[in-house]
């Protein structure tokens, strides 16, 4: 398993951006796949982003695409997930996670690591 730390949440204003960044470390980060979910109070958790090993592909759900971009830097043992226009409805925790695959997963159960979360609030 990998060890997952985040960081980068906050309270912004519909509109605005934030960058989380999620750092791992323990199995060899540059081959698998990793994802961002979240889940918002009261609902089930949800994919956002995910960008394979290898290749770096990536993929977004509808609801982010064209705001989010989820990068990843080998060398750093990070992933980022930009988040542009903030709407109210993108509030949530923020749960970064890695997969043992190295292609593109959206499933929850592809993931075998998932970091504490990060909160995400914004405000209309």
């Known amino acids: 398993q990998v060890q997952l730390v985040e960081s980068g949440g906050g309270l912004v204003q519909a509109g605005d951006s934030l960058r989380l960044s999620c750092a791992a470390s323990?199995?060899?980060?540059?081959?698998?796949?990793m994802g961002w979910f979240r889940q918002a109070p009261g609902k089930e958790r949800e994919f956002v982003a995910g960008?394979?090993?290898?290749?770096?592909?990536?993929d977004y759900a509808d609801s982010v695409k064209g705001r989010f971009i989820i990068s990843r830097d080998n060398g750093k043992n990070t992933v980022y997930l930009q988040m542009n226009s903030l709407k109210p409805e993108d509030t949530a925790v923020y749960h970064c996670?890695?997969?043992?695959?190295?292609?593109?997963?959206?499933?929850?159960?592809?993931?075998?690591?998932w970091g504490q979360g990060t909160q995400v609030t914004v405000s209309s």
């Open positions: 996670a890695a997969s043992p695959y190295s292609t593109l997963r959206r499933r929850s159960t592809d993931f075998d690591s």
């Open positions: 960008i394979s090993g290898i290749t770096y592909i990536t």
């Open positions: 323990g199995r060899t980060f540059s081959g698998y796949a």
